[in-house]
Nanobody
Framework: QVQLVESGGGLVQAGGSLRLSCAAT????????MAWYRQAPGKQREWVGS???????YYSDSVRGRFTISRDNAENTVYLQMNSLKPEDTAVYYCNRPDRVWTWGQGTQVTVSS
């Protein structure tokens, strides 16, 4: 059974940085593309970006140039480095496969104050 555990969120001022982690168990991690999503209060969950099994990354227009996704296959972990944070980045952040087939984890809250 797949388990996803996100961590690293917190409260940060606008312009600051955070690094999120997502540890995955129950899968052959290195064979899977991974993605980050976020859900702000009152809004639908949205795709933030993805990383293929080979390390190629894709980003939504709203975060490209500020966020970086990376992965450590030895640690079964995918990361989201977030720089130049804006108040509109405030959301609960989740990881999953790009096709969202796994059960969602609890997410990690990111709050950016202005």
């Amino acid at each position: 059974q797949v388990q996803l555990v996100e961590s690293g969120g917190g409260l940060v001022q606008a312009g600051g940085s955070l690094r999120l982690s997502c540890a995955a168990t129950g899968i052959i991690f290195r064979l899977n593309a991974m993605a980050w999503y976020r859900q702000a209060p009152g809004k639908q969950r949205e795709w933030v970006g993805s990383i293929t099994s080979g390390g190629i990354t894709y980003y939504s227009d709203s975060v490209r140039g500020r966020f970086t996704i990376s992965r450590d296959n030895a640690e079964n972990t995918v990361y989201l480095q977030m720089n130049s944070l804006k108040p509109e980045d405030t959301a609960v952040y989740y990881c999953n496969r790009p096709d969202r087939v796994w059960t969602w984890g609890q997410g990690t809250q990111v709050t950016v104050s202005s």
